[in-house]
């Protein structure tokens, strides 16, 4: 059998795009806990769009990320998360910015990860949380999930959640009760 180049090109070509080096990539991971919401946020942008995260991030140029900046760039991502819990908006709280080398980021071979928390009353009854999403400094593909984490008195235990189209917004229904 023959193997035509031009199509086998193509096809190559094909698969390579598939990859996203065009995009940022956010997982937004959400854990529910007795005390509050606590956030994940891994960001990892593909190498084509990387300067659109890393020129953010490295405020002076000067090739190196120093806590400072990396707090800054988290503070600016996290304004751009929103939390509401039965409607009324919490604050997130910066726990926590893990910043890889930036020549890994800037390869698109890397994740950064932003950790927050947001206070939250536990009380028994049917609650909804909705996370949104607004940070895309590209073309950005998102994805956000809800854990829950056990403790205390109380229990949550998730009834239903839904996700936007675009996938910027979670809503989560879930109902607190006695263990």
């Excluded at 999403?133 to 073309?139: D, E, I, Q, R």
């Excluded at 008195?153 to 009834?159: A, E, G, H, K, P």
């Amino acid at each position: 059998m023959r193997i035509r180049p031009v199509p086998l090109l193509l096809a190559l070509l094909g698969a390579a795009e598939a990859h996203p080096v065009d995009e940022v990539v956010q997982g937004a991971y959400l854990t529910l806990t007795p005390a509050g919401v606590e956030l994940e946020l891994d960001i990892t942008p593909g190498s084509a769009v990387a300067a659109s995260v890393t020129g953010s991030l490295d405020a002076d140029r000067n090739g190196t990320v120093t806590a400072t900046e990396a707090g800054a760039y988290a503070t600016r991502v996290l304004a751009a998360q929103s939390l509401t819990l039965d409607g009324t908006r919490a604050r997130w709280t910066l726990r926590d910015v893990q910043v890889p080398p930036l020549g890994n980021l800037k390869l698109g071979s890397d994740t950064l990860k932003i950790f927050a928390t947001a206070p939250r009353t536990q009380r028994s009854g049917v609650h909804t949380l909705s996370y949104t999403n607004s940070y895309a400094p590209a073309k950005t593909q998102r994805v956000a999930n809800i854990f829950l984490k056990p403790g205390g008195t109380l229990t949550d235990r998730v009834t239903g959640q839904t996700r936007s189209a675009d996938l910027t917004r979670l809503t989560v229904q879930f109902t607190t009760g006695r263990s």
